[in-house]
């Protein structure tokens, strides 16, 4: 059946995987982002069943206009995916309040706003689906990344509290824990440990994969099989869940 899926920070990376693995699904798609080109190109790779809406999930009022703006394209949302996220860097005792209070915006308040949002008419309706895009960083700790698994840890709190409160609704909240994935995120931070440390691409790679068992990266279309396992019928009993997609990392 199609549905109406609002994917945020769906530009690049998870977010576009995402996009074309519910696009394939037969999916209306409106894709959410503060940039608006990334998300034209790929709705117009896509066609006329998905619409790119420049919004700022940080700001309840851009975050409304947004939904209105989808609404009116397709109907009630009701498939609703929290994919937009930061990950800034630094020991703790050098982080500016500033970047802390950004990382808790984007990554919290975030899923805070659009899943309020999304909630009413998925309530009405009798059916829903909320995929939030966490991390490993939600299931334990990483040194220099505190503010970012501060942030994760507090969104998985939340999908496990609200799955208990729709848990009789037809509505299920979840969350998707992926481990280090090829991305351009990760590339470009390759890319720096190169510069700063002088190591080999496949030294600074390392970095990344040597806490994967499986000794990779987890790739972005893996991430996106799972939220469209999460958004069907045959997963309609699973809700308040972390599904770790991490080589054994965390087992």
């Known amino acids: 059946m ?17 996009a074309k693995q519910l ?14 080109e990334p998300l034209a190109t790929l709705a117009e790779t896509l066609g006329d069943s998905c619409k790119a809406i420049t919004g700022d999930v940080t700001n309840r ?11 009116a394209n397709f109907g009630p949302v009701e498939i609703l995916v929290n994919c937009a996220g ?21 990554n919290l308040n975030g ?33 220099y990344v ?3 698994c501060a942030s994760k840890h507090a969104a998985l709190g939340l999908t496990r509290a609200l799955a208990l409160e729709t848990a009789q609704q037809g509505i299920t909240v979840n969350a998707v824990c992926p481990g280090y994935v090829d991305t351009d995120i990760v590339r470009e931070s390759i890319q720096g440990i190169m510069a700063k440390t002088g190591r080999s691409e496949a030294e600074a790679l390392q970095h990344f994969t040597q806490s994967n068992p499986q000794g990779r990266l987890i790739e972005a279309d893996e991430v996106a099989a799972s939220v469209s396992w999460l958004c069907s019928e045959g997963a309609a ?9 991490d080589g054994g990392s965390t087992a």
């Open 2 to 18: 199609s549905r109406h899926a609002l994917i945020t920070g769906a530009g690049t990376g998870i977010g576009a995987a995402i």
């Open 23 to 36: 696009f394939n699904e037969g999916h209306n798609l409106s894709l959410i982002g503060r940039r608006l």
């Open 61 to 71: 009022q851009s975050v409304e206009a947004a939904f209105s703006e989808a609404t």
């Open 86 to 106: 930061v990950a800034p860097s630094a020991p703790f005792h050098r982080i500016e309040f500033a970047d802390w209070q950004k990382t808790l915006d984007v």
């Open 111 to 143: 899923v805070f706003h659009c899943t309020q949002i999304a909630l009413g008419n998925m309530k009405t309706a009798g059916w829903g689906r909320i995929v939030t895009i966490a991390s490993t960083a939600s299931l334990k700790g990483f040194a």
């Open 146 to 148: 505190s503010g970012y």
């Open 237 to 245: 009993s699973v809700t308040g869940q972390a599904i770790a997609i």
